[in-house]
Nanobody
Framework: QVQLVESGGGLVQAGGSLRLSCAAS????????MGWYRQAPGKQRELVAR???????NYADSVKGRFTISRDNAKNTVYLQMNSLKPEDTAVYYC?????????????WGQGTQVTVSS
């Protein structure tokens, strides 16, 4: 349905920054929402941030003021700028896109990128 290519994960010390990118291509549906989720070991996957095509955003309370999501609609790419990282931000981060085709809601997940924050 869509190809998602993520990049930007890695190892960083607490207080540092990372920028994640997710480029969508070959989509068979109209992408409306782009976002990032994360899953830490032993925990459920949770929403980190989401942005819709009009520019509205949602953030998890735990990342407000530290993370910023943005989107380049022309490139179908979503970014997550992560500042003031904490060890509890350590997780696999997954890109997600959602949209519609013929009135049906569709979505897709990226393969995930590891973010590790050392104390």
């Amino acid at each position: 349905q869509v190809q998602l290519v993520e990049s930007g994960g890695g190892l960083v010390q607490a207080g540092g920054s990372l920028r994640l990118s997710c480029a969508a291509s070959r989509s068979s549906f109209n992408i409306n929402t782009m976002g990032w989720y994360r899953q830490a070991p032993g925990k459920q996957r949770e929403l980190v941030a989401r942005i819709i095509s009009g520019g509205s955003t949602n953030y998890a309370d735990s990342v407000k003021g530290r993370f910023t999501i943005s989107r380049d609609n022309a490139k179908n790419t979503v970014y997550l700028q992560m500042n003031s990282l904490k060890p509890e931000d350590t997780a696999v981060y997954y890109c997600h896109v959602g949209g519609t085709r013929g009135g049906t809601n569709l979505g897709a997940w990226g393969q995930g990128t590891q973010v590790t924050v050392s104390s």
